[in-house]
């Protein structure tokens, strides 16, 4: 079985105990959910799919390195930082029936 889900503005496609790093450590929707051959899709969430998710801490990104430069001024400028991720493990994705 996996799903899409939707974390912050990002998708991720996720199946069970699978991790993945997101921005927040919240979902906010169900997009779609695949099961064998029955494929559920949203308007714009699945209302009968729940996922469980673990938080198993935070997690630092990549370093990102930002440049600035303004040409005849001698003006150089660079910045670096590492943003802020959770590193999410889905434990599991059920779907109810409706009745």
Do not use: C, W
């Not at 889900?5 to 990002?10: A, D, E, L, M, Q």
Request: glycine content about 6%; overall charge positive.
């Amino acid at each position: 079985m996996q799903a899409v889900i939707k974390i912050g503005s990002s998708q991720y496609l996720v199946s069970p105990q699978s991790q993945i790093l997101a921005d927040r450590d919240q979902l906010d929707q169900v997009l779609l959910v695949i099961d064998g051959d029955h494929v559920h899709i949203g308007q714009p969430e699945v209302a009968q799919a729940k996922i469980k998710l673990t938080n198993l801490g935070p997690v630092k990104g990549d370093k990102v390195r930002v440049s600035k430069f303004k040409a005849k001024s001698r003006y150089r400028k660079v910045v670096g930082f590492r943003p802020q991720y959770f590193r999410l493990q889905i434990e599991d994705i059920a779907l109810r029936e409706k009745k």
